[in-house]
């Protein structure tokens, strides 16, 4: 016999007891986890595999749904629409909700429009260069005296316009006094592959996106955007560490809810999310794309920190002069 959603928040409020995993692993209902960015990338591979972890945990079934478009804010608007009976999520970039208002003229939601439940993983970003920049070129410090000798060349790519990578790189313009043109492309592959090609001088993205190409050489990563250094590449200093204080930027992937969902239904999940992340095939999974995994302390810590990032990302938004209509 299949739960109502009525029951279902009911059951939740239970806790993890046997009776509880009966009647769930016995129900109908499905749950979804929405994700705004394609199949295949890095959002819906972990949004997948903590769907595997929570089937029969938290429903009989955990589906990914892709709500694809306008730089993840269609999905986000979903979740606004969508009934707080914990059987709708979303799995998202911290940034659509601490940088995006700051960029968007018009938005579809606002921050509190959803709930913050956990984040389940951190990432940090890389700046690297390619062929179109010499081999001697080895670190931020010689970056710069090669830009202000090639001004004309000196281009960095980004995965999107009005992305973390977009302000990174703006930041470190401003920071170091140089001109970077600033190219942005539908994602990091295009942006990767006409870096490895020489088309472009150097480029902003995810640490990972760096990761498959490090090897062969064509491309060599100056600097990350932590206050630390990268288990992935330990060899790379950071930009604090090359004199560059202000350029941090780490961005994390959180699970969300519905305004007014029950708050025993949050506490579900945010259990559920703790419980999935030690798992292995979970980690070794965000692993290949350099993620840490990351349960916040608690809910209120995590609205807190995102409350927090948004304040922190105004005043470099602003200062880079851009902003959008679309």
Not at 97 to 118: C, N
Not at 133 to 154: G, R, Y
Request: aromatic share 10%; with cysteine; net charge positive.
């Amino acid at each position: 016999m299949g739960l109502t959603r009525r029951q279902f928040v009911s059951t939740l409020a239970l806790g993890a007891t046997a009776p509880w995993a009966a009647q769930v692993q016995a129900q109908t209902l499905q749950a979804r986890i929405l994700a705004g960015f394609p199949a295949g990338g890095s959002i819906d591979t972990t949004a997948r595999l903590i769907a595997e972890a929570w089937r029969g945990r938290y429903a009989g079934n955990v589906l990914v749904e892709q709500k694809v478009g306008a730089g993840g804010r269609i999905a986000i608007a979903a979740l606004k629409e969508a009934v707080p009976d914990g059987l709708t999520l979303l799995l998202s970039p911290a940034s659509m909700f601490t940088i995006y208002p700051h960029v968007f003229r018009r938005l579809a939601y606002a921050p509190t429009d959803v709930v913050p439940v956990t984040s389940v993983c951190e990432y940090t970003c890389g700046f690297g260069v390619g062929p179109m920049v010499p081999a001697s070129v080895t670190n931020l410090a010689q970056f710069v005296e090669w830009a202000k000798a090639n001004p004309k060349q000196s281009a960095y790519g980004s995965p999107a316009a009005g992305a973390m990578p977009h302000f990174l790189g703006n930041q470190f313009e401003r920071a170091a006094g140089i001109t970077l043109t600033h190219v942005p492309y539908r994602g990091a592959a295009p942006g990767m592959q006409e870096l490895m090609g020489g088309q472009i001088a150097s480029g902003m993205f995810a640490l990972g996106d760096f990761l498959p190409y490090l090897a062969g050489g064509k491309v060599r990563l100056l600097g990350v955007t932590d206050t630390k250094r990268s288990r992935f590449t330990p060899e790379v200093p950071t930009f604090p560490e090359q004199g560059f204080q202000s350029i941090i930027g780490v961005e994390s992937f959180g699970l969300f809810v519905p305004a007014k969902t029950p708050a025993a239904v949050i506490d579900r999940i945010f259990d559920l999310a703790r419980l999935a992340l030690r798992e292995k095939a979970v980690t070794e999974g965000m692993a290949k794309f350099a993620f840490e995994p990351v349960v916040s302390q608690s809910t209120e810590q995590y609205t807190r920190q995102l409350s927090r990032e948004r304040e922190r990302w105004a005043p470099i938004v602003k200062a880079s002069g851009f902003s959008s209509d679309d």
